[in-house]
């Protein structure tokens, strides 16, 4: 009796539909960790910083808690140079680049593994032409069977035992194998892969909000460093002045060498602080090239002074119990557990039975028309059952070694987490101190201002020696560089308050491409 292909397939799937069914996937199975039972970020509630009045920047900033984060939250500084040139860097930079395409590796692998859930289908066809000796044939048959397929004499003339026997055999066949994913093996390494891919994910979306980060960090750097340069030019114009009116006075005898010789030094020491800022920007600069991807020869046209930056004053601060799932890092190290896990149960699966089903169909024949004809066909259905009995300990000891990962994975999960509450909670107390500070600065280069000029006007009338001028005017140059200093960290902490709470990427526009 005949057995068509398709009661072949019919038969060889019907066991493996049982099998699959009445399997399992052996090991530990994921659970996500509980939420910290975290209630704020201070011991003390946040409301609303300290301000400093007629100073931009220094406007006070309050804390919305569970405000949402919107993905391209630069732009509450309100700085169209900024937006331009953080849209420029998240569209070229490499690193975006690079993280897209491990995502998308990661996926594929994923795709790749899920293979081995169907059946393995194969497809050979062969060729043989062949010639053999005469006198080895049967004298007694007029001509030789190969496959149970007579097969006449190349020359029937000929003596049949001098007869060249040639002839052609074409052989085809399909072989179906499946190997049922009983105690889930490939279950549990697709689930893996899964979780890789997803850290893949979110390691693209820390890559975003780092790359944002940067672009909006640089730029305050050089607004700052501009600033410095700037008040520090300022500071070089008044000391050249001074140490002009002080040698016209010594001239006219009523200043002494070592008055000028003080200033001469100060002003030195000031013009020394310049060649160090300048090499700062040009750094900046540099960096700003290359986070938009360009040379250091291709310059960009944006630049940034402090009045071009506007300070959010209204800043979110997400729920203690939301960091978890917006924090990139936390999210990436939980995907890394879930992979941990899943190879504990790829271990003890590879320590299991193994079952494979094989069948196979074919033809053959000297026709190629007639491969499945005249008793050509034929077909054959084997399964088997591997079970690992000794490999040294091999798979004992990777199980072993899988299950020292999982707890790995768990513990630096556990330390991203306190990290993550760490960031945001120094940022929060950052941005307070910057507000105090600010405000400290503020205060203290008015002062310093004010005795400078009071300074100044006693030693023009004699009541003040040349050396408490020289010390009001040190403290008045130092005051203005801090406060410089003091603004500049007020809006980079604020820039980092946005990246410590996640970066906003779950409201990326191009996301369902994830």
């Given at each position: 009796?005949?057995?068509?292909?398709?009661?072949?397939?019919?038969?060889?799937?019907?066991?493996?539909?049982?099998?699959?069914?009445?399997?399992?996937?052996?090991?530990?199975?994921?659970?996500?960790?509980?939420?910290?039972?975290?209630?704020?970020?201070?011991?003390?509630?946040?409301?609303?910083?300290?301000?400093?009045?007629?100073?931009?920047?220094?406007?006070?900033?309050?804390?919305?808690?569970?405000?949402?984060?919107?993905?391209?939250?630069?732009?509450?500084?309100?700085?169209?140079?900024?937006?331009?040139?953080?849209?420029?860097?998240?569209?070229?930079n490499a690193s975006?680049?690079?993280?897209?395409?491990?995502?998308?590796?990661?996926?594929?692998?994923?795709?790749?593994?899920?293979?081995?859930?169907?059946?393995?289908?194969?497809?050979?066809?062969?060729?043989?032409?062949?010639?053999?000796?005469?006198?080895?044939?049967?004298?007694?048959?007029?001509?030789?069977?190969?496959?149970?397929?007579?097969?006449?004499?190349?020359?029937?003339?000929?003596?049949?035992?001098?007869?060249?026997?040639?002839?052609?055999?074409?052989?085809?066949?399909?072989?179906?194998?499946?190997?049922?994913?009983?105690?889930?093996?490939?279950?549990?390494?697709?689930?893996?892969?899964?979780?890789?891919?997803?850290?893949?994910?979110?390691?693209?979306?820390?890559?975003?909000?780092?790359?944002?980060?940067?672009?909006?960090?640089?730029?305050?750097?050089?607004?700052?460093?501009?600033?410095?340069?700037?008040?520090?030019?300022?500071?070089?114009?008044?000391?050249?002045?001074?140490?002009?009116?002080?040698?016209?006075?010594?001239?006219?005898?009523?200043?002494?060498?070592?008055?000028?010789?003080?200033?001469?030094?100060?002003?030195?020491?000031?013009?020394?602080?310049?060649?160090?800022?300048?090499?700062?920007?040009?750094?900046?600069?540099?960096?700003?090239?290359?986070?938009?991807?360009?040379?250091?020869?291709?310059?960009?046209?944006?630049?940034?002074?402090?009045?071009?930056?506007?300070?959010?004053?209204?800043?979110?601060?997400?729920?203690?119990?939301?960091?978890?799932?917006?924090?990139?890092?936390?999210?990436?190290?939980?995907?890394?557990?879930?992979?941990?896990?899943?190879?504990?149960?790829?271990?003890?699966?590879?320590?299991?039975?193994?079952?494979?089903?094989?069948?196979?169909?074919?033809?053959?024949?000297?026709?190629?028309?007639?491969?499945?004809?005249?008793?050509?066909?034929?077909?054959?259905?084997?399964?088997?059952?591997?079970?690992?009995?000794?490999?040294?300990?091999?798979?004992?000891?990777?199980?072993?070694?899988?299950?020292?990962?999982?707890?790995?994975?768990?513990?630096?999960?556990?330390?991203?987490?306190?990290?993550?509450?760490?960031?945001?909670?120094?940022?929060?107390?950052a941005l307070e101190?910057?507000?105090?500070?600010?405000?400290?600065?503020?205060?203290?280069?008015?002062?310093?201002?004010?005795?400078?000029?009071?300074?100044?006007?006693?030693?023009?009338?004699?009541?003040?020696?040349?050396?408490?001028?020289?010390?009001?005017?040190?403290?008045?140059?130092?005051?203005?560089?801090?406060?410089?200093?003091?603004?500049a960290n007020r809006?980079?902490?604020?820039?980092?308050?946005?990246?410590?709470?996640?970066?906003?990427?779950?409201?990326?526009?191009?996301?369902?491409?994830?």
């Open positions: 009796m005949r057995l068509s292909y398709q009661s072949l397939v019919t038969s060889m799937m019907a066991p493996v539909t049982a099998l699959f069914l009445t399997s399992c996937a052996v090991g530990p199975n994921y659970k996500e960790p509980a939420t910290p039972p975290a209630a704020g970020y201070t011991s003390n509630p946040l409301a609303t910083t300290s301000s400093v009045t007629n100073l931009p920047g220094g406007e006070a900033q309050s804390f919305i808690a569970g405000q949402d984060i919107a993905f391209d939250w630069w732009k509450t500084f309100q700085c169209p140079q900024l937006s331009r040139l953080v849209d420029e860097a998240l569209s070229r975006i680049t690079a993280a897209w395409a491990a995502l998308r590796q990661a996926k594929e692998q994923v795709y790749a593994q899920q293979g081995a859930y169907y059946p393995s289908v194969n497809a050979d066809y062969s060729l043989t032409r062949q010639t053999v000796a005469g006198n080895l044939a049967n004298s007694s048959s007029p001509g030789w069977q190969a496959n149970g397929i007579d097969i006449a004499p190349l020359q029937s003339s000929s003596p049949p035992y001098n007869s060249a026997l040639t002839w052609t055999m074409h052989v085809a066949q399909l072989t179906v194998g499946y190997t049922p994913d009983i105690f889930g093996l490939n279950r549990r390494t697709v689930e893996s892969l899964d979780a890789q891919a997803a850290m893949q994910r979110f390691e693209l979306d820390a890559a975003y909000t780092s790359l944002a980060s940067s672009v909006v960090g640089a730029a305050i750097q050089e607004a700052s460093t501009r600033s410095q340069m700037e008040a520090t030019k300022k500071i070089i114009d008044a000391n050249v002045k001074m140490l002009a009116a002080l040698k016209n006075q010594r001239n006219s005898g009523y200043a002494c060498d070592v008055a000028v010789a003080a200033q001469e030094a100060a002003l030195a020491q000031v013009e020394a602080a310049l060649p160090t800022l300048q090499k700062q920007l040009e750094q900046t600069r540099d960096l700003i090239r290359a986070l938009v991807d360009n040379l250091p020869d291709q310059d960009v046209p944006e630049t940034f002074q402090f009045s071009s930056l506007h300070l959010p004053q209204d800043l979110p601060l997400s729920l203690p119990s939301d960091i978890i799932r917006q924090r990139p890092d936390v999210r990436a190290a939980e995907e890394n557990m879930r992979s941990m896990n899943a190879q504990v149960g790829a271990a003890i699966a590879n320590r299991l039975p193994e079952f494979t089903i094989t069948a196979n169909g074919s033809g053959s024949a000297t026709l190629f028309t007639e491969m499945f004809s005249h008793g050509g066909p034929g077909w054959s259905i084997a399964g088997d059952v591997s079970q690992p009995v000794f490999q040294g300990f091999t798979l004992l000891h990777r199980q072993r070694a899988a299950k020292q990962a999982w707890i790995q994975a768990k513990a630096q999960y556990r330390s991203t987490v306190i990290a993550a509450f760490e960031n945001v909670a120094d940022t929060l107390h101190s910057d507000a105090d500070a600010l405000k400290a600065t503020d205060r203290a280069e008015h002062a310093a201002r004010h005795s400078l000029d009071l300074a100044t006007a006693q030693y023009q009338t004699g009541y003040a020696n040349y050396l408490a001028l020289l010390s009001a005017e040190q403290t008045y140059d130092q005051a203005v560089i801090n406060t410089v200093q003091a603004l809006y980079a902490d604020t820039a980092a308050l946005f990246e410590a709470l996640g970066g906003g990427w779950w409201n990326r526009p191009d996301l369902t491409k994830n």
